[in-house]
RNA sequence: GCGCCCAUAGCUCAGUUGGAGAGAGCAGUGGAUUUCUAAUCCACCGGUCGGGGGUUCGAAUCCCUCUGGGCGUACCA
C-alpha cells in the first residue's frame, strides 16, 4: 500500500469541502522531513490562508475537523504556524507489517493501472569496446526497467546498437589497409579495435592538420585586439574604463582557451608525427576521411565485399558486448540495432517529402520545426542518411510492433536538442499520442571537470573497470572473514563469489546513487569504495539479516503468527523497531516516486537509510531477535527482520543488484 | 552569437520540484564488541547553499542580473 498517496486521497475528500481544486494542494502533503514532526506532514494550510482570510492555524484545524484518517493515524497535530503533523497508529503500523510477511511482494500491490513502455537504454557502438561512459545508460536504463516491470507495468526493452555507422566504415577502411592478419586470426575483436583507434586518429590528424592554420590566425587576431584594448583602457577613465577593461578579461578568457585548444591540437598531432610508421600511413592516407565515408556509403549501398565484411565483423563485436552484459547480470528483449531499420530509411524521407514535411535545402533533405535555428536534417546532400533518420524510422517500427504508451531513451543529455527535434518531427507525423521522453543523464567527467579521458585519450575499459572492482572487493572480502572472532567461514570460491557481487554491485550502485541529471566526476577509487552510502552496506545489512535466520534454524516464509495478546505491550517498544518498520512501509511511496521521473537515485537513498534504520535496530541491545525477552516480542522482531531483508534484497534486485547471505 | 545544464562542508554528492535549526558519504578527531556478522553503531569537527537584487506567510529551490564552469549548435552518432 502507498500511504501517501492514501493519505493525499483523505485529505482530497476534505479539501473538496473548502476549495475547487484541491489537487495542487495534495502535493504539499509529504513525508515528515524530521522525526519529531511524525510520520508524514500536509502542508497545506498555509498557501490556503490568504485565500480563504484566515490564520493557517485555522485552516488547518478546520482541514482536520474535516478529516477522517483514524483509522490510519493518531489525531493530526496542527502547530502554530499551520503544519498538519500526522503518526500513524501503531497498531496499524503492526498490521501492516503482519500483512507484508506474509506477501512475497512485500506489500506491494502492481499497479491499477498499467502502461506499455518501449525502454531504449545502453546502446554502445560495436565496433568499440565498451568503456566506463557507457555505464550509465546501461545501469540506469536496466533499473528503470526493473522498477517499471515489479510495478506491473508491460515493458520492450531494446538495445539499439550502433552497427551501422561510420564505425564500420572506418574499420572496413582498416581491414583493407592496415590489418594485421595473425593478430586478426588470433583475436579478431582486439584487432578490429586496433584498426578502429588506428583509423580515426589518421582522419582525425588529417582533419585538425587543416584546422591549425585557421586557429593560430583566429589567436593571432584576438591577441591583436587585445593590445588594442589594452591601449584604449589607458586613455579612457570612469565607467567607460572599466567597461573596456572588463571586455579586455573576456577576451583574455577567450585567448587562454584557443591557446589550450592549439595545445591539444598540437599534441595529437604530435602524436602522429613522432611516430616514424603512423607519420609514414597518415602520408600514405591524405584523404582518409572521404574514403572512409565512401566505404560506409558502399556498405550501405549493398556493395558485395562490403557487406560480406560487416557480416563477418558483426558477430564477433555483437559477442564482446554480450560478454559484457553477461557479467554485469543484463539482459535485452530486443537487440535491434540501426543495420536492421535500414531498409525502411527511404520510405521515411519520401514519406516526410511527400506529405510537405520536409523539402530540400542546400542539397539536403530537411524537416524544418517550429522553435528551432537548425533543421533535422534527415538525408544529406551526398544521398546518405542519417541517425536522425533511424531514430524516425525506429519510432515507426516500435509503435507498429509494440504499440507502446511511453518510449523512453536513456541517453547522454548532450542529445537533448537531438531528441527534441525528433520527437517535435514525430508528433508532426502523426506519433502525437505516445509519450517520447528522453531520460538524460549527465556526463561523467574526469578530475579535471571535462568529459572522461584517460591521459592516452581512450577511456577506461568497461572489463578493466570491473576487473579492478572485484579485485579489491576480493581483497575485502579476505580481509574482513580472515578476522572473524571464530576463524575463517568462507571458502575461497565462496569469498570470490561475493567479491564479485559485491565489486559489480559497488559500481552500479555508485553510478545509480547520482542524481542522473547531474554531470559527476569519475573516480577509480570512490568507484570502487565499498564504506559508507554503497551497495556494499546495503548487501551487508541483508546478510546479516540471513544470518540471524540461519542461527535460529528459523524457515522463512514466516508462519502468519499469533494475535496480539491484550496484554503485550506496544507492538514496537522501542525508537529503532517503530523507525524501521515505518521505514519498510514507505517503500511503495518511493518506487512510485521513481517512476515519477525515472530517478533511481531515490531508491537508493531510501535503500540506505532503510539499511540504517536496519543497522540501528540489530546493533541496540534491546532489539535483540533471537534472544528477545518473549515470543510474541521474537515473533515481532523476527517479522521485522524478514520484511527488512526481502525489501533491501528486493530493492536490490531493482537495481539490477544482487545479493549473498554470507559475507 | 544563440540555446540548454550546472555552482551546496576540505573532497564527492543528496536535497522528494516553494515548507519547520541545510543533509549524507569520504577525509579528520574521539568513543562502543563477556554481543544474533565491527564491511557495524554513536559523538564531535566542518556551510555567506558562487555574488547581488526581487517575488512569497516561507527561497538552496521560482524570476532578474553579475561571475565562473560544462555541453550543444546544417549534413558524426
Same mark, same amino acid.
Given at each position: 500500500m502507498n500511504i501517501l498517496r492514501e493519505l493525499r486521497r483523505r485529505f482530497a475528500e476534505a479539501l473538496g469541502a473548502i476549495v475547487d481544486d484541491p489537487g495542487p494542494l495534495l502535493d504539499l502533503i509529504r513525508p515528515a522531513q524530521d522525526a519529531r514532526f511524525g510520520d508524514y506532514q500536509a502542508n497545506c494550510a498555509m498557501p490556503l490562508a490568504k485565500r480563504l482570510h484566515q490564520s493557517a492555524r485555522d485552516v488547518a484545524e478546520s482541514l482536520v475537523a474535516r478529516l477522517r484518517v483514524g483509522d490510519l493515524c493518531d489525531r493530526p497535530e496542527v502547530t502554530e504556524r499551520g503544519f498538519i503533523n500526522m503518526r500513524l497508529r501503531d497498531d496499524w503500523l503492526d498490521g501492516w507489517l503482519r500483512g507484508a510477511s506474509a506477501d512475497p511482494r512485500v506489500a506491494i500491490e502492481p499497479t491499477a493501472s498499467p502502461r506499455a513502455f518501449v525502454i531504449d537504454y545502453s546502446s554502445p557502438n560495436v565496433a568499440k569496446p565498451m568503456h566506463v561512459g557507457h555505464i550509465r545508460s546501461t545501469v540506469i536504463g536496466d533499473a528503470i526497467r526493473h522498477i517499471l516491470a515489479f510495478l506491473g507495468h508491460t515493458i520492450v526493452s531494446d538495445n539499439h546498437l550502433g552497427d551501422w555507422g561510420t564505425q564500420f566504415g572506418m574499420i572496413i577502411y582498416g581491414y583493407k589497409h592496415f590489418l594485421d592478419r595473425r593478430a586478426y586470426e588470433k583475436h579478431r575483436v582486439d584487432e578490429l579495435g586496433r584498426l578502429y583507434k588506428l583509423v580515426n586518429q589518421l582522419a582525425e590528424y588529417h582533419e585538425l592538420k587543416e584546422r591549425l592554420p585557421k586557429a593560430e590566425s583566429d589567436l593571432a587576431r584576438m591577441d591583436a585586439q587585445r593590445a588594442d584594448l589594452a591601449a584604449r583602457v589607458e586613455t579612457l577613465a570612469g565607467p567607460e574604463r572599466k567597461k573596456v577593461a572588463k571586455d579586455a578579461d573576456r577576451l583574455d578568457a577567450k585567448i587562454k582557451e584557443a591557446r589550450e585548444e592549439i595545445g591539444r591540437i598540437r599534441a595529437r598531432l604530435a602524436a602522429v608525427d613522432d611516430d616514424p610508421v603512423k607519420r609514414a600511413l597518415a602520408r600514405e592516407h591524405p584523404a582518409i576521411g572521404e574514403r572512409v565515408l565512401e566505404e560506409t556509403a558502399r556498405l550501405h549501398e549493398g556493395d558485395a565485399g562490403n557487406r560480406r565484411l560487416w557480416a563477418e565483423f558483426l558477430p564477433d563485436c555483437r559477442l564482446e558486448l554480450a560478454k559484457a552484459y553477461q557479467r554485469l547480470g543484463i539482459r535485452f528483449d530486443y537487440e535491434l540495432g540501426?543495420?536492421?531499420? &535500414?531498409?525502411?530509411?527511404?520510405?521515411?524521407?519520401?514519406?516526410?517529402?511527400?506529405?510537405?514535411? /520536409?523539402?530540400?535545402?542546400?542539397?539536403?533533405?530537411?524537416? %524544418?520545426?517550429?522553435?528551432?535555428?537548425?533543421?533535422?536534417?534527415?538525408?544529406?546532400?551526398?544521398?546518405?542518411?542519417?541517425? /536522425?533518420?533511424?531514430?524516425?524510422?525506429?519510432?515507426?517500427?516500435?509503435?507498429?510492433?509494440?504499440?507502446?504508451?511511453?518510449?523512453?531513451? $536513456?541517453?547522454?543529455?548532450?542529445?537533448?536538442? &537531438?531528441?527534441?527535434?525528433l520527437f517535435a518531427a514525430a508528433r508532426l507525423w502523426g506519433y502525437d499520442s505516445v509519450e517520447l521522453r &528522453?531520460?538524460? %543523464?549527465?556526463?561523467?567527467?574526469?578530475?579535471?571537470?571535462?568529459?572522461?579521458?584517460?591521459?592516452?585519450?581512450?577511456?577506461?575499459?568497461?572489463?578493466?573497470?570491473?576487473?579492478?572492482?572485484?579485485?579489491?572487493?576480493?581483497?575485502?572480502?579476505?580481509?574482513?572473514?580472515?578476522?572473524?572472532?571464530?576463524?575463517?567461514?568462507?571458502?575461497?570460491?565462496?569469498?570470490?563469489?561475493?567479491?564479485?557481487? $559485491?565489486?559489480?554491485?559497488?559500481?552500479?550502485?555508485?553510478?545509480?546513487?547520482?542524481?542522473?541529471?547531474?554531470?559527476?566526476? %569519475?573516480?577509480?577509487?570512490?568507484?570502487?569504495?565499498?564504506?559508507?552510502?554503497?551497495?556494499?552496506?546495503?548487501?551487508?545489512? %541483508?546478510?546479516?539479516? &540471513?544470518?540471524?535466520?540461519?542461527?535460529?534454524?528459523i524457515e522463512r516464509p514466516l508462519p502468519a503468527g499469533t494475535e496480539r495478546s491484550a496484554d503485550a505491550g506496544p507492538p514496537f517498544p522501542t525508537v529503532e523497531e517503530r523507525a524501521l518498520a515505518m521505514a519498510l512501509a514507505r517503500f511503495h511511496e518511493t518506487l512510485d516516486d521513481v517512476t515519477i521521473d525515472y530517478r533511481p537515485n531515490m531508491l537508493t537513498t531510501y535503500l540506505y537509510e532503510l539499511a540504517g534504520h536496519f543497522s540501528r535496530f540489530y546493533t541496540n541491545p534491546q532489539c535483540k531477535v533471537l534472544k528477545a525477552e518473549t515470543a510474541e516480542l521474537r515473533e515481532q522482531r523476527l517479522r521485522l527482520c524478514d520484511v527488512a531483508g526481502r525489501t533491501i534484497g528486493q530493492g536490490l534486485r531493482l537495481l539490477g543488484i544482487q545479493t549473498v547471505d554470507q559475507m
Open positions: 540501426e543495420s536492421f531499420y &535500414h531498409d525502411f530509411l527511404g520510405k521515411v524521407v519520401a514519406e516526410f517529402e511527400s506529405r510537405g514535411l /520536409a523539402r530540400t535545402s542546400e542539397g539536403a533533405t530537411c524537416v %524544418f520545426l517550429d522553435g528551432f535555428e537548425t533543421p533535422m536534417i534527415v538525408r544529406k546532400s551526398d544521398g546518405a542518411f542519417l541517425y /536522425a533518420t533511424t531514430d524516425l524510422a525506429t519510432i515507426q517500427y516500435r509503435m507498429a510492433t509494440w504499440h507502446p504508451d511511453a518510449v523512453l531513451y $536513456v541517453v547522454d543529455s548532450r542529445q537533448s536538442e &537531438h531528441f527534441a527535434k &528522453h531520460v538524460s %543523464f549527465g556526463t561523467v567527467l574526469g578530475e579535471d571537470g571535462k568529459p572522461y579521458k584517460t591521459r592516452e585519450g581512450d577511456a577506461v575499459s568497461l572489463a578493466s573497470l570491473l576487473d579492478e572492482a572485484v579485485a579489491r572487493a576480493y581483497r575485502v572480502v579476505c580481509t574482513v572473514d580472515d578476522a572473524k572472532p571464530s576463524g575463517r567461514e568462507l571458502s575461497d570460491e565462496q569469498r570470490r563469489r561475493v567479491a564479485e557481487v $559485491v565489486g559489480i554491485g559497488a559500481i552500479k550502485y555508485r553510478d545509480l546513487s547520482h542524481n542522473r541529471t547531474s554531470d559527476y566526476v %569519475f573516480s577509480f577509487d570512490k568507484m570502487l569504495e565499498l564504506d559508507g552510502n554503497t551497495s556494499a552496506y546495503l548487501q551487508y545489512a %541483508f546478510a546479516r539479516v &540471513h544470518a540471524i535466520f540461519a542461527r535460529g534454524g
